[in-house]
C-alpha cells in the first residue's frame, strides 16, 4: 500500500511553505513573504511516531483574480483529491479572512478530514486570539508557529488518527511493475501493444493520460502481472499549466507500490535532464529497475547505433549500471515479447538472499583481493556481514568503526556481491554498523 497523504491548503502568504519545510525536515519549498510565490505543488516524504506519509506543498487558494490565480486553485483541488488528509492554515496575526472563509467551502466539498491550523502563533499570549477561527466551522483549531516549530506535534498526532488502515490491499504472487517517463514517450502505447488492446487511450498530445489504471494479464510462463500507468511526469516549472490534470504524486505512488519500474525513454529524442530525475525516483526507492528505449523505429541506424545508444544511457544514468536495457517500437512490436520474462527476472533477483555463510565468504575474498582503507591511521575492520531485507536485496556489514566504510569501498563491496550472484535490475543497499 501506498503511503498516506497529506495536503497543506490555504490561502496565499500564512506560512504554508514553512510548515511544510518543518514537517518535511528540510527546506523544499520556496520561503518568501511575496503571496503566490508557491505556484506548483511540491512534495517530500515525512515521518511521525513510526507513520510515513507524503505531504504535498500547494499554492494558495484566494478570491482574488490575480495571475496565476486560476492555475493555483486548480492545483490545490488536485492536491485536496490526492490527499487522505488535509491540513488547512490560516494566519493568527490577520484573523479570519474572507479568502479563509473561502477556502474553508471548498474543503466543505472535499469530504475528507480537515484539521485547522492557526499559524504565526509565536507567543503563548496570542493563543487568546485563535478563537475566532471556530466560525469556520473546522473544528478546533491549533495554535502553531513554523517558525519555531511550535505546536505541530499536536497537528501530526491528530492527523494519524485518519490515515487509512494498512489492510486495504491483499497480498499475492502478482508481480507489480510501473511505466515512467517524460510525457509523450510512448508508455500508453507500450501498454496497448503488451496487452494486445486498447485499454488506454493513445494520443500524440502530451498529458493524454490523466490517472493511474491498473491493469492485470498473465505472462506466457504462467506468472501474474499487475501493470501500473503513471501517466507522464512534466518537469516542476511546468506543473500548473491549464492543460496539467493528473499529478507527479500518483506517479510516486504507483512507485511505491511497484515491485519493478519500468523507465521509459524516447529514442527517437534521446536521453534529456528530465528522463534522470524520473529514473532517480525509482532507484531512490529502491525498486527494480529496466530501462525501456521505445520508438526505436524511427531512429535512423547503422551497425553502431543501438551500441552507441546503449554506452550514453550508462553514461548519463551512472547510478543505474545494474538495470538492464531494452530497445523496443510499441508501433512495430519489436522485442515487446521478452518485457515480461525480463520483469520476472529482476523480481526474483529483487528477492534472492544469501546465507550469511556464503555472504561472508564472499566479503572476506573481496578484503582479501582489496584490504580494508585506512583515515588517520585507523583501518577499517570487517568482523562479519547478513542480509536483512530483500526489496531490495539489504546487508547489514558489522565494523570497527561506521565512519571509516568510505562509499568507494562499500560500492567494491556491492561489485564483488554482483560478480558472485546474479542481482541484474535491482540496487542492492549496504548499511555498515559498529558491532556492539
Not at 282 to 304: F, Q, S
Not at 403 to 422: D, G
Amino acid at each position: 500500500m501506498s503511503n498516506p497523504t497529506i495536503a497543506i491548503v490555504g490561502r496565499p502568504n500564512v506560512g504554508k511553505s514553512t510548515l511544510f519545510n518543518r514537517i518535511a525536515g528540510e527546506r523544499i519549498s520556496i520561503v518568501e513573504d511575496t503571496p503566490g510565490v508557491t505556484r506548483d505543488r511540491i512534495y517530500a516524504k515525512g515521518e511521525w511516531l513510526g507513520h510515513e506519509f507524503s505531504i504535498i506543498d500547494t499554492g494558495g487558494i484566494d478570491i482574488v483574480d490575480e495571475p496565476f490565480m486560476e492555475q493555483i486553485k486548480q492545483q490545490a483541488q488536485i492536491a485536496i483529491d490526492e490527499a487522505d488528509v488535509i491540513l488547512l492554515a490560516a494566519s493568527g496575526k490577520e484573523g479570519v479572512t474572507d479568502a479563509d472563509e473561502a477556502v474553508a467551502k471548498i474543503l466543505y466539498r472535499s469530504n475528507k478530514p480537515v484539521i485547522l491550523m492557526v499559524n504565526k502563533v509565536d507567543n503563548p499570549e496570542m493563543r487568546n486570539d485563535i478563537y475566532e477561527f471556530y466560525a469556520l466551522g473546522l473544528g478546533e483549531p491549533y495554535p502553531v508557529s513554523g517558525s519555531h516549530g511550535l505546536g505541530l506535534g499536536d497537528v501530526l498526532d491528530e492527523a494519524v488518527k485518519h490515515f487509512p488502515t494498512d489492510n486495504e490491499e491483499e497480498e499475492d504472487e502478482t508481480i507489480k511493475f510501473s511505466l515512467i517517463g517524460r510525457p509523450n514517450v510512448g508508455k500508453s502505447s507500450l501498454i496497448n501493444a503488451i496487452l494486445g488492446e486498447d485499454r488506454v487511450i493513445v494520443s500524440d498530445i502530451e498529458g493524454t493520460t490523466r490517472d493511474a489504471i491498473d491493469t492485470k494479464f498473465v505472462g506466457e510462463s504462467g506468472q501474474e502481472f499487475t501493470m501500473i500507468d503513471t501517466a507522464g511526469m512534466r518537469k516542476r516549472g511546468k506543473v500548473y499549466e491549464n492543460t496539467e490534470k493528473y499529478s507527479v504524486m500518483r506517479a510516486m505512488r504507483a512507485i511505491d507500490r511497484s515491485d519493478v519500474v519500468l523507465v521509459v525513454l524516447n529514442g527517437e529524442e534521446g536521453i534529456r535532464e528530465q528522463d534522470k530525475r524520473i529514473a532517480g525516483y525509482a532507484h531512490e526507492a529502491g525498486r527494480g529497475v529496466i530501462i525501456v528505449v521505445n520508438k526505436w523505429d524511427l531512429v535512423k541506424k547503422d551497425t553502431n547505433t543501438m551500441k552507441k545508444f546503449e554506452e550514453e544511457i550508462r553514461d548519463e544514468f551512472a547510478y543505474l549500471d545494474y538495470a538492464p536495457i531494452i530497445f523496443v517500437s510499441a508501433m512495430t512490436k519489436q522485442r515487446l515479447n521478452k518485457i515480461p520474462a525480463i520483469i520476472e527476472e529482476v523480481s526474483m533477483n529483487q528477492n534472492l538472499r544469501i546465507p550469511s555463510s556464503v555472504l561472508n565468504d564472499i566479503i572476506m575474498d573481496a578484503v582479501a583481493i582489496n584490504p580494508t582503507p585506512t583515515d588517520k591511521g585507523k583501518r577499517l575492520k570487517i568482523f562479519y556481514a547478513t542480509q536483512v531485507a530483500v526489496k531490495p536485496p539489504t546487508f547489514v556489514v558489522f565494523v570497527n568503526e561506521e565512519e571509516l566504510m568510505h562509499f568507494s569501498y562499500a560500492r567494491f563491496l556491492e561489485n564483488q556481491i554482483r560478480k558472485a550472484f546474479e542481482f541484474e535490475g535491482t540496487p542492492i543497499k549496504i548499511i555498515p554498523r559498529r558491532r556492539k
